[in-house]
């Protein structure tokens, strides 16, 4: 096996655009379906019913920007903490399908306003993301929430099936948020969180929880992917809206909670130019289509999806026991970042010239094979 420079394989591979990151760590693997372009996948059968449901009419808005709203900054802020912070206590109201605390909620945390007052932390060093629905600080210093999840953000395991998370899809919500850094470098590298009025009594990969009573084939479920149709004109917009449009277009949005009609979420930021993010309302529903990911479905309990193509770029990667990943390329496989294959798992790299990267680790009882 040759293996080529990782610095020239890394410029021909990863189409789909650097990896996101907070704090040090990816949200989620290069290979998650968050990260994942659909923008040549099939359309859903019933787009045309989900997009009437939500509104063909109603404007895209974006529930971010500067400034406050109600004492409250607009969007939904995220905390990063050191792996040493300190844990807290959380009380939890649906304990049954929340991830047990302590959690390393900061002293005067950043909370989310309004009525869901969302907490998320981004824990370094372990890549750890806890995230909190209607949570409440106490005198003590412990903290009361409706839910709460932990995601490993170097894995694509998703919840069990069933359990709701700090959203009412049971996905995280932190790798869907729109970030000015991203903006502000020019691409936006993953697929967006948005919400809808009514939606379905059922949910669709990579969701694992629904919240409705409503039957009919006319709602969407949770889980269900959005894109801006590739017609759409967006070169006369500004910057900023024009970096979330391509976006939209490439990666579109996932539908994650009940809300209003066509809302995208991002994290608030000085740096957003709200009269840029008002743009966005010259779209109206009408503008977007569903999207069958069906085809990238490799397992119900997992977002990764196939792992194949000319050139791969593995980026921070964890693979966990349990996991049987063949990543095949025709042309060259790059890998940087940490590389972990704990016991259990069986990962191959399949490849006429594969890079692999200077912190690779396979714990003892993992089978790990790269090469032609």
């Known amino acids: 096996m040759r293996a080529l420079p990782l610095s020239l394989l890394l410029l021909a591979a990863a189409p789909a655009g650097a990896l996101p990151s907070v704090g040090g760590c990816p949200l989620l693997p290069f290979d998650d379906i968050w990260n994942t372009p659909i923008d040549n996948l099939p359309l859903d059968p019933n787009s045309a019913a989900y997009v009437s449901t939500i509104g063909s009419s109603s404007y895209l808005h974006a529930d971010f920007g500067s400034g406050t709203w109600e004492g409250y900054p607009i969007g939904i802020p995220y905390n990063i903490v050191p792996q040493g912070q300190p844990l807290v206590d959380v009380a939890f109201l ?86 000015y850094d991203e903006v502000a470098a020019g691409e936006i590298n993953h697929a967006l969180r948005f919400t809808a009025p009514e939606t379905r009594r059922a949910y669709v990969w990579p969701a694992r929880h629904y919240a409705s009573s409503l039957t009919a084939s006319n709602y969407p479920p949770m889980g269900q992917r959005f894109r801006l149709k590739a017609s759409f004109n967006s070169s006369g917009f500004s910057p900023q809206a024009q970096v979330i449009l391509t976006a939209l277009k490439r990666y579109g949005m996932i539908l994650a909670d009940n809300g209003s009609s066509w ?23 009408s503008d977007f289509e569903a999207v069958d990911l069906s085809s990238l479905l490799i397992d119900a309990d997992s977002g990764r999806v196939p792992c194949s193509g000319s050139q791969i770029a593995v980026e921070s990667r964890h693979y966990v026991s349990g996991e049987q990943i063949t990543c095949t390329a025709s042309e060259g496989i790059a890998t940087s970042g940490t590389v972990e294959v704990e016991a259990g798992a069986q990962v191959e790299f399949m490849a006429p010239q594969v890079a692999l990267p200077p912190n690779l680790h396979v714990k003892p009882g993992a089978a790990f094979r790269a090469g032609p």
């Open 94 to 179: 649906y304990a049954d399908e929340s991830d047990p605390g302590p959690y390393p909620i900061p002293p005067g945390a950043l909370i989310e306003g309004g009525s869901d007052h969302h907490v998320l932390v981004v824990q370094q060093g372990s890549c750890r993301l806890y995230e909190t629905y209607a949570s409440e600080p106490q005198p003590d210093g412990s903290w009361s929430a409706g839910s709460g999840a932990v995601f490993d953000l170097n894995s694509s395991a998703l919840r069990p099936a069933g359990w709701t998370s700090a959203d009412a899809a049971g996905l995280p919500i932190l790798p869907g948020l729109a970030r």
């Open 263 to 285: 809302y995208i979420s991002g994290a608030p930021d000085e740096g957003w130019d709200n009269d840029q993010l008002h743009e966005l309302h010259q779209l109206t529903g």
